[in-house]
């Protein structure tokens, strides 16, 4: 008899999280220029309150972030946004929730760690040189993900002569680089980062070769949720009229090798992709 194959486990600190099924990262933007719900949640007790909505509807993690990535995005100072995200991360994890920090500054990184974060979402994938050292000293789960350019410009013409293979090349590299700076392997996560530096026709390339992604060994993250190239394609002006094409595509990126789907509407994406693995798996889930 063929023994079961061992669970893959993504290290977050003390805890492992086990990835034999698809987890889903809901997202909580404490900022007032965010794309998906300008400002909603800029209140803390609001944007608390919110978050546990999402593990209630079925969030396994929840990211927390205070700078908006949007194109065009203005940059916060590391005051302002400890100021927005740091009572945020000590009310969820208070109340037992799994958190991510979304930042790129190494020393929200640190404070929101220290306030209970259990993982660093960094989007400029250690831009900050001292981010590696942080994520390092405190054992944390790190998401490093691929951005061409930065949030003012990234969408001012982005260019690849082999989007998949460019992207996948980075993400190698900057792993490397974390595990140099100490994390685990075990701790990184990758993102090919939809939507950050990306034409609609790269977002699709990404997608449609996610195995490239799955099969380089570390916990993989997607997010397509309410961008804006799912309303080029289906023609929804509204970022929650993406809400269903945010949901497919979440599932689509789940069958073809994600292991968290990163996302706003956590009810329709857990329909979503509770019908996928029964569809996928044999036993039905």
């Not at 933007?29 to 608390?48: E, H, M, Q």
């Not at 306030?115 to 900050?128: C, P, Q, S």
């Not at 993989?220 to 809400?243: H, N």
């Amino acid at each position: 008899m063929t023994p079961p194959a061992a669970v893959r486990l993504w290290k977050l600190g003390r805890i492992d999280l086990p990835l034999d099924k698809p987890r889903i990262m809901g997202v909580v933007n404490v900022t007032p220029d965010s794309f998906s719900d300008g400002g909603r949640f800029l209140d803390a007790t609001a944007a608390i309150e919110h978050g546990l909505q999402l593990i209630e509807e079925g969030a396994d993690l929840i990211d927390v972030g205070g700078e908006s990535t949007r194109p065009g995005a203005a940059p916060v100072t590391v005051d302002e946004e400890l100021r927005r995200v740091v009572p945020v991360v000590e009310g969820l994890a208070a109340a037992g929730a799994l958190v991510s920090i979304d930042t790129s500054k190494a020393a929200v990184a640190a404070a929101a760690l220290e306030a209970g974060a259990v993982i660093v979402n960094d989007v400029t994938a250690l831009g900050d040189p001292d981010m590696g050292a942080v994520a390092s000293g405190r054992r944390a789960g790190l998401v490093l993900m691929h951005m061409q350019g930065n949030p003012r410009t990234m969408q001012e013409g982005p260019r690849y002569d082999d989007v998949v293979g460019e992207v996948s090349g980075f993400l190698i590299q900057r792993a490397a680089a974390a595990e140099a700076a100490g994390v685990e392997r075990a701790s990184i996560a990758i993102d090919p980062g939809i939507g950050f530096g990306k034409t609609v026709d790269h977002n699709l390339a990404l997608l449609r070769h996610l195995g490239v992604f799955a099969d380089l060994g570390y916990p993989l993250v997607v997010g397509t949720s309410r961008k804006s190239f799912l309303g080029k394609v289906t023609g929804q002006t509204t970022t929650e009229g993406r809400d269903v094409a945010s949901a497919v595509s979440s599932a689509l990126a789940i069958e073809r090798g994600a292991d968290v789907v990163r996302v706003h509407n956590v009810w329709a994406c857990k329909e979503a992709v509770l019908l996928t693995m029964a569809i996928v798996r044999e036993s039905g889930g």
